[in-house]
């Protein structure tokens, strides 16, 4: 037992540097994709997600899967127009096994502080994007505001998807 634990813990500060440096790796493949499409690079832009990925923008309408997704986007990479997000403060995690992990980032974009969030899948060809999640931030005190901005569309699109005329 005195051996297995002397063993744990000269193995223990590996197994931390071995996650930071896949923490720190992922850190900038979510750059680089956050970037390619800043750049207008349609190419290293869904490189970088997953087959079968998908994106939910801020729309209720944009729920994407990888193509529909890239089939949306083309237009605004082939003007050289796609969209800048700036992450200014970023979490990850890893998963048991070390073939997933999430984060959640806060973004700086046109519309002001936005936060993403996503999960990543190691591939036979590295890290990939699988799920990813765009938000705005609302402050609390202005959220019955939003609402009234959104409610006669929200519920266009609740009636349209539930049936519910509501």
Same mark, same amino acid.
């Given at each position: 037992?005195?051996?297995?634990?002397?063993?744990?813990?000269?193995?223990?500060?590996?197994?931390?540097?071995?996650?930071?440096?896949?923490?720190?790796?992922?850190?900038?493949?979510?750059?680089?994709?956050?970037?390619?499409?800043?750049?207008?690079?349609?190419?290293?832009?869904?490189?970088?997600?997953?087959?079968?990925?998908?994106?939910?923008?801020?729309?209720?309408?944009?729920?994407?899967?990888?193509?529909?997704?890239?089939? @949306?986007?083309?237009?605004?990479?082939?003007? /050289?127009?796609?969209?800048? @997000?700036?992450?200014?403060?970023?979490?990850?995690?890893?998963?048991?096994?070390?073939?997933?992990?999430?984060?959640?980032?806060?973004?700086?974009?046109?519309?002001?502080?936005? %936060?993403?969030?996503?999960?990543?899948?190691?591939?036979?060809?590295?890290?990939?994007?699988?799920?990813?999640?765009?938000?705005?931030?609302?402050?609390?005190?202005?959220?019955? /505001?939003?609402?009234?901005?959104? %409610?006669?569309?929200?519920?266009?699109?609740?009636?349209?998807?539930?049936?519910?005329?509501?």
């Amino acid at each position: 037992m005195k051996r297995f634990s002397l063993l744990f813990m000269c193995c223990l500060p590996l197994m931390v540097a071995g996650q930071q440096a896949e923490k720190k790796h992922l850190d900038s493949l979510l750059t680089a994709w956050h970037q390619a499409a800043s750049d207008a690079d349609f190419d290293a832009y869904f490189g970088l997600m997953a087959p079968g990925g998908v994106f939910i923008g801020t729309d209720a309408s944009e729920n994407w899967d990888r193509e529909a997704f890239m089939e @949306f986007s083309r237009p605004y990479f082939d003007q /050289g127009k796609a969209w800048s @997000f700036r992450a200014i403060e970023r979490n990850i995690y890893l998963g048991p096994g070390g073939k997933t992990a999430w984060f959640d980032e806060l973004l700086d974009t046109w519309m002001q502080l936005c %936060r993403g969030s996503g999960t990543l899948v190691k591939t036979p060809e590295g890290w990939k994007i699988a799920h990813y999640v765009l938000s705005m931030t609302i402050p609390n005190e202005e959220v019955e /505001g939003a609402v009234a901005l959104k %409610r006669e569309r929200d519920s266009l699109v609740r009636a349209r998807l539930t049936g519910d005329g509501q």
